[in-house]
DNA sequence: TCCTCCGATATAGGATCATGCATCACTCAA
DNA sequence: TTGAGTGATGCATGATCCTATATCGGAGGA
């Protein structure tokens, strides 16, 4: 329950997974145990504060009162910069990252069917895995790979993998397009992508 | 306690006071009692994360997620939109002025000790400050700061800061309470100062 | 004066947070 | 297979949140 908190809740758990932290790890970091971070990120219960606080240090983050006015304008700004900040640790190499993800793609087509997104999502990262990416466009990938785990099973998964194939195409198009391109992120430190 | 969320409860207060909701008019729009609400206020105790929200969204305000690198640039924004446009008395010495008495008070309640009236002082400052005060209203400010900085060492200060912080009380109700009806509050709630 | 509103405080009881274990099923690498 | 890591789950205990209700002193306004 408790609707009000859901979405920054899931914010910190997509941003910890996307850092490659553990939940032992973050909660040797923030002080808490590893059976409360996973009830709370799971929904079970309600934390307080002062717990949601010290989960969001641990994870480089600072929870801010906004005027509701200005609220556009803050996403905008933080989805502009795409916080190429995470270096904390790296749980995995890249490749064996992207060795994961394409297992699990080929595991969803053989469960729920072969679908036009989930080809262009295994092209891509095949696509992907032999480019240099840099730490942004790596981030980002961490990112919907990490989303891609978390929802696989849903009933809802349907358009999530082909939001998370557009994203993962728009990358590789302004790689292969030609170097600059804008850091044209559609990144995940904002609007809630789950979900019923 | 709880050194984190201190300040984002002192925020939500001054939000509150700005706007001239009591706590009981707080309580009913967020859902929670009253005395829930001057605990937290107070310190005594610590809300859950969903009440915290609770209040935030009654007050207009959203708590956001912020990457630490960004917190500057978010704080710029907001700082920048905190007031709003209408007419101010150009260059902002009001402002500066406040400031300045706000650090007097701060430095007597640190040699002097703290004590209600000056408590009230800086409670009654803070709400005037994010007020929009015509040109009467300002004089009347200036004259009780310019008595505060002139009596703030003088063996007969306690009886004149209860004075200056009876006078600062007495405009801000009168402002509060919509006695004078003119331009008002930066931060405009709506006025529903109804309570049981 | 009487009345209202303010915030702070007290009490009691029920709900839930939070810890500290332990354990489970799962995935992966050696 | 073995060992290590992941997140989810169970359970007992203690802490504290949160409500509901009532009261208090202080500050106006009628």
């Known amino acids: 329950m408790a609707y009000q908190s859901e979405r920054l809740i899931a914010q910190t758990r ?17 002080g808490l145990t590893q059976s409360h971070i996973s009830q709370i990120e799971s929904g079970k219960m309600e934390p307080g504060l002062s717990s949601f606080i010290d989960i969001t240090r641990a994870l480089d983050l600072e929870l801010m009162l906004v005027p509701k006015k200005l609220v556009p304008a803050v996403l905008g700004l933080v989805k502009a910069q795409a916080t190429p900040n995470m270096h904390i640790h790296a749980g995995q190499p890249n490749d064996k990252r992207f060795a994961r993800a394409e297992r699990l793609v080929k ?3 053989e469960l729920y069917g072969s679908s036009a997104d989930l080809d262009r999502v295994e092209d891509t ?9 840099n730490d942004q466009e790596m981030q980002l990938v961490r990112e919907l790979i990490a989303r891609l785990e978390r929802y696989q099973a849903s009933d809802q998964a349907a358009p999530i993998v082909r939001d998370i194939a557009q994203n993962l195409q728009r ?6 397009h030609g170097g600059s391109a804008e850091p044209r ?12």
């Open 125 to 133: 990262l095949r696509f992907l895995r032999r480019v240099n990416l």
């Open 14 to 30: 997509e941003v910890r997974e996307a850092s490659g932290v553990s939940q032992r790890a973050l909660s040797k970091r923030a």
């Open 171 to 176: 990358l590789r198009n302004s790689i292969a």
């Open 185 to 196: 992120a559609a990144y995940s430190l904002d609007e809630g992508d789950d979900d019923a």
């Open 107 to 109: 595991k969803m087509k």
